[in-house]
C-alpha cells in the first residue's frame, strides 16, 4: 500500500477504552484469494490484511477502528471474524448477513466484537426489511443495540429508513449518504437525510452518517480542492441536522477501486481540512464513535490478556 503511514513503534500495545486516541469508523480487510460472490462488482488484486490494518491505524495516530464486510465476500464473514480475534480490545466489526441463515450466529458474533449488519444496496434491490424474517433479525439485532449499516443511493434512502427504526435499531448512513457525484448536496435524497434529522420516525435520534469516502461522491477525476469543497459543504450541512453526536468518521481503508488516488495521507488531509475544531473533530473521532461502536465495552468473549504482541 504506496503512501502509507509507516507502522509506529507502539503497534503492539493497545490502549485500554479510557486511552481511545482515535476511532476509524470505517475500514476493510481481506485477501485477494478469499472466495469471491459471483455478483461483486469488484476484485481485489492486493491484501489488505489486519496487521497492515493496524499499523496503518498507529500510523494515523488512531488506536482502535472498525472493520466493515467488503460487498464482495458477501456473507461469508470468516476472515473478517479471525480479524477481530488478533486485536479484540482495539478493533470491532459489521457482517454482512442472511437473517435467516445467519440469526442463530448473533450471540457468538456479539462475542466476537460484532456490533451491527451492513447492508450494502449500491445496485441492488431493498430487502423487504419489513417481512417476518428481517423483523426477526432486526428484533435480534435491537436487543443487542446494534445497528444496521446502510450504503445506498440518497433518494433510496426513505425505504430503508423507517422501517429498520420502526423495530428499534439504530441506522448509520455511509459515506455523507451517497448523493449522486453529479448533483451534489443538491440531491433531493441528501435534502431528505437532513430532513430525517428532525422527522417524526426518528425521534429518539438513531440515525447517525459516516464522513468517509468524499471520493464517492464526487465525480471520478474531481480535483482535490473541489472535493474539498464538496465534503465541507455536506458536513456543514449535516452537521446542523444531527449534531456532533451523530457523525463519524472512517478511512475507507484501503479505498478500494480508488487505491490510485487515494491513500491514508489523503483522507486524514481531507478530514482535518473539513472539521478544524478541536471540540468537533473530538466528537468525530473519539465521543461519538466510541458510544457507538461499544470501545467503552469489553467484548464478551474477550479478556484482558488477549492484547496484540
Not at 9 to 31: C, Q, W, Y
Not at 61 to 78: E, M
Request: zero cysteines.
Amino acid at each position: 500500500m504506496s503512501d502509507s503511514f509507516p507502522p509506529a513503534a507502539t503497534s503492539g500495545s493497545p490502549p485500554a477504552a479510557a486511552d481511545i486516541l482515535g476511532i476509524d469508523g470505517h475500514a476493510h480487510v481481506f485477501t485477494r484469494d478469499l472466495p469471491l460472490t459471483a455478483e461483486r462488482r469488484y476484485a481485489p488484486s492486493y491484501d489488505a490484511t489486519p496487521y497492515d490494518y493496524l499499523a496503518m491505524l498507529d500510523g494515523a495516530g488512531l488506536s482502535h477502528g472498525v472493520l466493515v464486510q467488503p460487498s464482495f465476500l458477501g456473507t461469508d464473514n470468516r476472515y473478517l471474524l479471525d480479524s477481530l480475534a488478533v486485536a479484540p480490545q482495539r478493533l470491532r466489526g459489521i457482517v454482512q448477513a442472511d437473517p435467516v441463515a445467519d440469526l442463530a450466529a448473533l450471540p457468538g458474533w456479539h462475542a466476537a466484537g460484532i456490533v451491527g449488519v451492513r447492508a450494502n444496496l449500491i445496485g441492488k434491490a431493498t430487502p423487504a426489511f419489513d417481512s417476518p424474517h428481517w423483523r426477526a433479525f432486526l428484533d435480534a439485532m435491537a436487543e443487542r443495540d446494534w445497528h444496521l449499516e446502510v450504503q445506498v443511493e440518497a433518494e433510496r434512502l426513505a425505504s430503508v429508513g423507517p422501517l429498520v427504526l420502526a423495530r428499534g435499531v439504530r441506522l448509520v448512513v455511509d459515506h455523507f449518504g451517497r448523493f449522486d457525484p453529479l448533483r451534489g448536496t443538491s440531491d433531493p435524497g441528501f435534502a431528505a437525510l437532513l430532513a430525517a434529522a428532525r422527522a417524526q420516525f426518528n425521534r429518539e435520534n438513531r440515525i447517525w452518517v459516516k464522513i468517509s469516502a468524499a471520493y464517492r461522491v464526487v465525480p471520478v477525476g474531481t480535483p482535490a480542492e473541489a472535493m474539498v469543497n464538496v465534503a465541507r459543504t455536506a458536513y456543514r450541512a449535516l452537521l446542523q441536522a444531527f449534531g456532533p453526536e451523530r457523525l463519524l468518521w472512517g478511512s475507507d481503508w484501503p479505498h478500494t477501486q480508488f487505491e490510485s488516488t487515494e491513500n491514508p495521507r489523503t483522507v486524514v488531509a481531507l478530514r482535518d481540512a473539513i472539521v478544524d475544531d478541536a471540540a468537533l473533530r473530538r466528537a468525530l473521532l473519539i465521543d461519538t464513535p466510541t458510544e457507538l461502536f461499544g470501545f467503552d465495552r469489553q467484548p464478551a468473549g474477550t479478556s484482558g490478556a488477549d492484547l496484540l504482541n
